[in-house]
């Protein structure tokens, strides 16, 4: 399974276009629940996101999709998906926290995005549409931490916004250059790992604190 989730991420331009070729309009349908799931539920952080919205830009430039149609369509479903996904954790967040072990809901995810939205107070909501995981888990932990739902709500549209108009139509205009069809799946690692940064500048500073309070433990043990 982890290798077949592999192969669509690396390959996605090719099994999308399977897909529209198959099911022609009914694609628009999968697009959004896709979209929907990886923001809206925190069981399925695995699903492609950046990549997916970067791919089906460059097949709407093929006029294999409807440009505005599949910009509109993912838009809507990250707003939803946030939405669903805050209310969540507003209702069911804190027994989440609560358990030391679930098998649904990864704790350390739920941690790890408490400390991003710490940190970076209401910009998580934007900030975290560009970071894998971190844009699953962060509207839940805003529900968690009962932020407004207004304030929430307009974090959530505007985020939505920048991340769907800078791969949906990054991929419009830059998807079909015949280096970056050749170097598709390449593409999409350093898409992936790009937005993974800010994610693995954070775990090398928590690292590096915790590795500096064990020198000092140890110095003062001694």
Request: charged residues 15%; aromatic residues 18%; positive net charge.
């Amino acid at each position: 399974m982890i290798f077949k989730l592999a192969d669509i991420i690396l390959h996605l331009d090719r099994y999308l276009q399977e897909l529209i070729s198959v099911y022609s309009t009914t694609t628009y349908i999968f697009l959004f629940f896709v979209v929907f799931f990886e923001t809206g539920l925190v069981v399925t952080p695995f699903l492609p996101g950046d990549s997916l919205l970067f791919a089906a830009g460059a097949l709407a430039a093929l006029d294999m999709l409807n440009i505005e149609l599949t910009f509109l369509i993912f838009l809507t479903a990250s707003i939803i998906g946030d939405t669903v996904n805050y209310h969540l954790g507003k209702f069911i967040g804190p027994k989440v926290f609560k358990r030391e072990g679930s098998f649904f809901f990864n704790k350390k995810h739920l941690w790890q995005a408490q400390r991003f939205y710490e940190k970076h107070g209401k910009k998580t909501i934007v900030l975290a549409r560009f970071v894998p995981i971190i844009r699953t888990f962060a509207p839940f932990v805003a529900g968690v931490g009962k932020m407004s739902y207004t304030i929430f709500l307009f974090y959530n549209v505007l985020g939505a916004f920048l991340w769907c108009t800078l791969f949906v139509f990054g991929g419009y205009f830059f998807g079909n250059i015949a280096w970056v069809q050749d170097n598709f799946g390449i593409l999409v690692l350093v898409i992936i790992f790009v937005s993974l940064l800010p994610f693995i500048i954070e775990i090398i500073k928590y690292l590096k604190i915790k590795i500096l309070q064990k020198i000092n433990h140890e110095k003062t043990a001694s």
